[in-house]
């Protein structure tokens, strides 16, 4: 590469010997610039596991192979352990080792070959089940609280069952168990699986089930990610349990199940609940009834006592009543003399009261006929007063009034669009005209107009225009 030396170390041209390892630093330098974290495949060889916890080994194919590092750090966190023989996918950084000047592949992570097109099929079915609404938390069914038949789908031979069959023993021993056999792992595993729901769900033994295996890679645990065994879990009647796996394991029947369990002894912990607790809740419960029951019989024997004091003989009753009706008949007449007494005393003052402020009349009556003359001679001459003005206000009006004006011989002249014409600068020659009389109306066009303003309509014009030739 040209100018490499001058660019790089700062060293003439004339000079252009580096040492090695500033070689090797630049050339790890360009390689890890060059590529970027990627995935390579190949079969494990050589494989070393030295006491600082790293792993060497040679990643090969047919025609090649390379020198690989995993540090501890990664290693602890891969999850299985890496074996001679295997072929594997391997995240990795292309490097150098400057010590020794190896090129080197740098494992960030690995996965068994195959694991990355599994994982993408397994996304395909879970988003498309998702889609048809499989996984609703909706139609998810609550556990029963006190189950008395679990039923358990798994293998006879697998140790996820004896950890389940302990779990439950140690917890819920009153707990009867159903085992529907099957197997867990193979290329039939799926469909014998979905069958042993099916034969749970129509024999309904139980009121809840586990779906349970141990853990192992994703190629363990593929036949649970199989659409026929997330249907069937849907299907099944009753609340279904899945415990597959470890933590960190994740299966299409998880997301299908009405619960997901860790591990197969969680899954038999959530499915019945602890004798021992609900023992100590019952014993609570018992406890508390027994208190409430006694108090609730001292208070009632408390309320019999305090009846039992009020509680008296009839004849006692009927002679304290009789005694009180008495008593209240006494009052009554008492109170009606009372009463009648102080109503005779008020009308007699009423009584008095109307003869002392009646009326006058025979002197009211007198006076009446004196004052009436005296009240008709002004109403007659206010009447009388007002007649002669409503006569001289009716007169004037009568002036005003357009129809008088009409009858002595004038008429109204209105142009075509209804309009009065007052002068005759209003009108063009031709123009249609309508002329109102005290009777009538004529219709006429106009012959000529004249515009000469300094001859008004005269009165003489009128009589000389009324009198015959």
Same mark, same amino acid.
């Given at each position: 590469?040209?100018?490499?030396?001058?660019?790089?170390?700062?060293?003439?041209?004339?000079?252009?010997?580096?040492?090695?390892?500033? /070689?090797?630093?630049?050339?790890?330098?360009?390689?890890?610039?060059?590529?970027?974290?990627?995935?390579?495949?190949?079969? $494990?060889?050589?494989?070393?596991?030295?006491?600082?916890?790293?792993?060497?080994?040679?990643?090969?194919?047919?025609?090649?192979?390379?020198?690989?590092?995993?540090?501890?750090?990664?290693?602890?966190? /891969?999850?299985?352990?890496?074996?001679?023989?295997?072929?594997?996918?391997?995240?990795?950084?292309?490097?150098?080792?400057?010590?020794?000047?190896?090129?080197?592949?740098?494992?960030?992570?690995?996965?068994?070959?195959?694991?990355?097109?599994?994982?993408?099929?397994?996304?395909?079915?879970?988003?498309?089940?998702?889609?048809?609404?499989?996984?609703? *938390?909706?139609?998810?069914?609550? /556990?029963?609280?006190?189950?008395?038949?679990?039923?358990?789908?798994?293998?006879?031979?697998?140790?996820?069952? &004896?950890?389940?069959?302990?779990?439950?023993?140690?917890?819920?021993?009153?707990?009867?168990?159903?085992?529907?056999?099957?197997?867990?792992?193979?290329?039939?595993?799926?469909?014998?699986?979905?069958?042993?729901?099916?034969?749970?769900?129509? &024999?309904?033994?139980?009121?809840?089930?586990?779906?349970?295996?141990?853990?192992?890679?994703?190629?363990?645990?593929?036949?649970?990610?199989?659409?026929?065994?997330?249907?069937?879990?849907?299907?099944?009647?009753?609340? $279904?349990?899945?415990?597959?796996?470890?933590?960190?394991?994740?299966?299409?029947?998880?997301?299908?199940?009405?619960?997901?369990?860790?591990?197969?002894?969680?899954?038999?912990?959530?499915?019945?609940?602890?004798?021992?607790?609900?023992?100590?809740?019952?014993?609570?419960?018992?406890?508390?009834?027994?208190?409430?029951?006694?108090?609730?019989?001292? !208070?009632?024997? !408390?309320?019999?006592?305090?009846?039992?004091?009020?509680?008296?003989?009839?004849?006692?009753?009927?002679?304290?009543?009789?005694?009180?009706?008495?008593?209240? !008949?006494?009052?009554?007449?008492?109170?009606?003399?009372?009463?009648?007494?102080?109503?005779?005393?008020? /009308?007699?003052?009423?009584?008095?009261?109307?003869?002392?402020?009646?009326?006058?009349?025979?002197?009211?009556?007198?006076?009446?006929?004196?004052?009436?003359?005296?009240?008709?001679?002004?109403?007659?001459?206010?009447?009388?007063?007002?007649?002669?003005?409503?006569?001289?206000?009716?007169?004037?009006?009568?002036?005003?009034?357009?129809?008088? $004006?009409?009858?002595?011989?004038? *008429?109204?002249?209105?142009?075509?669009?209804?309009?009065?014409? *007052?002068?005759?600068?209003?009108?063009?020659?031709?123009?249609?005209?309508?002329?109102?009389?005290?009777?009538?109306?004529?219709?006429?066009?106009?012959?000529?107009?004249?515009?000469?303003?300094?001859?008004?309509?005269?009165?003489?014009?009128?009589? *000389?225009?009324?009198?015959?030739?």
């Amino acid at each position: 590469m040209p100018d490499l030396d001058s660019t790089i170390t700062g060293l003439p041209m004339a000079m252009p010997v580096i040492p090695v390892s500033m /070689l090797n630093r630049l050339a790890r330098e360009r390689l890890e610039a060059a590529f970027p974290l990627c995935w390579a495949a190949g079969e $494990v060889s050589n494989l070393s596991h030295a006491t600082s916890g790293h792993i060497y080994f040679s990643l090969k194919d047919r025609a090649a192979q390379v020198r690989c590092v995993m540090f501890r750090s990664r290693a602890q966190l /891969l999850g299985w352990r890496l074996e001679n023989g295997q072929h594997i996918e391997a995240r990795v950084l292309v490097t150098l080792y400057e010590a020794r000047g190896d090129f080197q592949l740098n494992v960030e992570t690995a996965r068994r070959a195959g694991v990355g097109n599994l994982y993408e099929q397994f996304l395909r079915v879970k988003e498309r089940l998702e889609r048809e609404g499989l996984f609703d *938390s909706a139609g998810k069914r609550p /556990l029963p609280a006190f189950p008395r038949r679990v039923g358990i789908v798994t293998s006879a031979q697998a140790a996820a069952l &004896r950890d389940v069959l302990s779990t439950l023993r140690r917890r819920a021993s009153q707990v009867a168990i159903v085992l529907y056999p099957t197997a867990v792992q193979g290329d039939s595993a799926a469909s014998q699986i979905a069958e042993a729901i099916r034969n749970a769900s129509e &024999r309904r033994e139980c009121e809840v089930l586990i779906v349970c295996r141990g853990g192992g890679s994703i190629e363990d645990l593929w036949a649970f990610n199989d659409e026929v065994v997330a249907r069937a879990i849907r299907a099944c009647p009753m609340p $279904v349990i899945s415990g597959i796996g470890h933590e960190t394991d994740f299966t299409i029947a998880d997301f299908a199940a009405d619960q997901r369990a860790p591990t197969p002894t969680a899954a038999a912990e959530l499915a019945a609940p602890e004798r021992s607790a609900l023992v100590a809740r019952l014993a609570a419960s018992q406890f508390a009834l027994r208190r409430h029951v006694e108090q609730q019989i001292n !208070q009632r024997g !408390q309320q019999l006592d305090w009846l039992a004091h009020r509680l008296q003989h009839p004849a006692q009753y009927l002679a304290h009543h009789r005694e009180g009706l008495r008593n209240l !008949q006494r009052r009554l007449g008492s109170g009606l003399l009372k009463a009648g007494t102080r109503a005779r005393t008020t /009308l007699a003052d009423l009584t008095r009261r109307l003869l002392l402020t009646r009326p006058d009349s025979a002197r009211h009556a007198g006076r009446l006929q004196a004052l009436a003359p005296r009240l008709h001679g002004p109403f007659h001459q206010m009447l009388h007063g007002k007649s002669s003005d409503l006569a001289r206000l009716a007169s004037g009006l009568a002036h005003l009034n357009p129809a008088a $004006v009409l009858a002595r011989g004038y *008429s109204i002249v209105t142009s075509a669009q209804g309009q009065i014409v *007052s002068r005759s600068t209003m009108l063009e020659p031709g123009e249609h005209i309508a002329v109102f009389f005290q009777k009538g109306r004529a219709d006429a066009a106009v012959l000529a107009v004249s515009e000469d303003d300094d001859k008004p309509f005269a009165g003489r014009d009128i009589a *000389s225009a009324a009198s015959p030739e």
